[in-house]
């Protein structure tokens, strides 16, 4: 079967992209990832990529001049290992839209919250403040505006009586890893195609995994 060739951008500890890397084991699975990027050195995922085999590659922004310089490289990066799709994993730059229409409908974003409640930083946090009853995840396809897009997958999980922020997070990021490696796989086998700013899936795949309670 032909693999999809995925970059993975991460600026941290990289467990959505464990997640990934994990999935892509199945020879099954519709992508490779054929490059572990990241704007910080030191990023404690990259060892864990590199650890599992995987090309690594730092393109750091404050050895650029500006925003353009830095995505420019990191564009260059991603083409050199032959990357087709771009799944960010938290990777804490934001993007202008030089980048992301360069790579629309190519580049994927996983964000904890069910958008488009609660976008931007400390999602759970304000979620507990908000009293919300159901939180979650969601993956989308980036567009210029920050944590928006056509959205291909979403997880729900319960909000508890006494969670803290913390333990909400932790929820919701086990959700997270199973429903990143899934949206990725439909990207990748073209099973989740944007028509109209909508991500329309493939019939089977509608109503299945990706509207999921992985506490079911
Ligand atoms: C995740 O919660 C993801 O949704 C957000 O940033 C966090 C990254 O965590 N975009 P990790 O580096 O994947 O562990």
Redesign the pocket.
């Known amino acids: 079967m032909a693999k999809t060739k995925i970059a993975v951008l ?1 600026s ?6 464990q997640a990934l890397i994990e999935a892509a084991k199945d020879e099954d699975y519709p992508a490779e990832i054929v490059l572990v990027a990241s704007n910080n050195p030191d990023a404690p ?1 990259l060892e864990v990529a590199r650890a599992a085999g995987i090309e690594t590659d730092v393109v750091n922004h404050r050895d650029y001049e500006d925003r353009e310089a830095f995505e420019e490289a990191l564009d260059q990066t991603i083409k050199l290992y032959g990357a087709r799709i771009v799944c960010l ?2 990777f804490m730059r934001i993007l202008t839209p030089w980048f992301t229409e360069r790579w629309r409908d190519l580049l994927i ?4 919250s069910l958008l488009p409640a609660f976008k931007g930083l400390h999602t759970h946090e304000r979620a507990l403040e908000a009293g919300v009853r159901i939180h979650g ?1 969601t993956v989308h396809y980036v567009r210029p505006e920050m944590d928006d897009g056509p959205i291909i997958g979403q997880a729900a999980v319960p909000v508890l009586p006494g969670d803290t922020p913390d333990v909400l997070s932790n929820r ?2 086990e959700a ?1 890893h199973k429903l990143y490696p899934q949206c990725v796989a439909l990207a990748c086998s073209g099973k989740a195609r944007v028509a109209g700013e909508r991500v329309r899936l493939q019939a089977r795949e509608f109503g299945a995994e990706l509207l999921m309670n992985p506490h079911d």
């Open positions: 991460i941290g500890r990289g467990s959505n992209m995922g994993a938290g974003n996983i964000h904890p995840c919701v990021l997270e």
